[in-house]
Structures are given as C-alpha cells and as structure tokens.
C-alpha cells in the first residue's frame, strides 16, 4: 500500500508564509504527478499547484508568483511554499501523489489523496 503524511498548515496573519510538505511512502515504485490542491465548504476542490516527474511546474493564476511547488524525489516528497498568503487562501489543503507500485502480482498504477491540513490565513 501506499500512504501520505501532510504537514504544515496552520493559523498566520495575512502576508506571512507557510510551507507544507507531503510524504509518500510503501510500495512505490516510482511517482509521477505530485500536486495540491484545496477545497472550501461546499465547494469543488480546486488545483494549486502541480508538478511533473520531470520537474515541470503548473500553478492556479490566483497563486502565481507567490506560491513554489517542489519534490524530492529520494523522499517521495511534495512541498509548497506559501509566501504573501491572503486571507482567500484559507482553505483545506489536500495533496496529491500519482504514481506506480509494486504489488503481489507485479505492478500497478496508484493515486492517493493526503489527509488534508488546514491553513486558516486572518487579516
């Protein structure tokens, strides 16, 4: 199986910073798409940022210049910096790993969703 621990979020006042982080762990073989996303009550949940295996980067244009997404690949692991957050940042924060793992019978394709941590942004 295949598990994710997020970390990170948090209380801060309007136009401090945070940094959340993700790990994968088990069976993997190898990752491939590695993002964020998050999602408000009652509505969709919305991409933040992703990136590539190949380090290949895509951002929502409400969080371009201010947010960074990153991975280290020796840890299957997926990190956002949040710089200048705005109180319409507050949200749960949910991070997202697509890759291949090993399994009895050989290997397979797997997705998995974090727990979700909130960040809660004040003015």
């Known amino acids: 199986q295949v598990q994710l621990v997020e970390s990170g979020g948090g209380l801060v006042q309007a136009g401090e910073a945070l940094r959340l982080s993700c790990g994968a762990s088990g069976s993997i073989l190898s990752i491939n798409a590695m993002g964020w996303y998050r999602q408000a009550p009652g509505k969709q949940r919305e991409l933040v940022a992703a990136?590539?295996?190949?380090?290949?980067?895509n951002y929502a244009d409400s969080v371009k210049g201010r947010f960074t997404i990153s991975r280290d690949n020796a840890k299957n692991t997926v990190y956002l910096q949040m710089n200048s957050l705005k109180p319409e940042d507050t949200d749960v924060y949910y991070c997202y790993v697509r890759g291949r793992r090993y399994t009895s019978s050989g290997v397979e394709e797997f997705e998995r969703w974090g727990q979700g941590t909130q960040v809660t942004v004040s003015s």
């Open positions: 990136i590539s295996s190949g380090g290949g980067t």
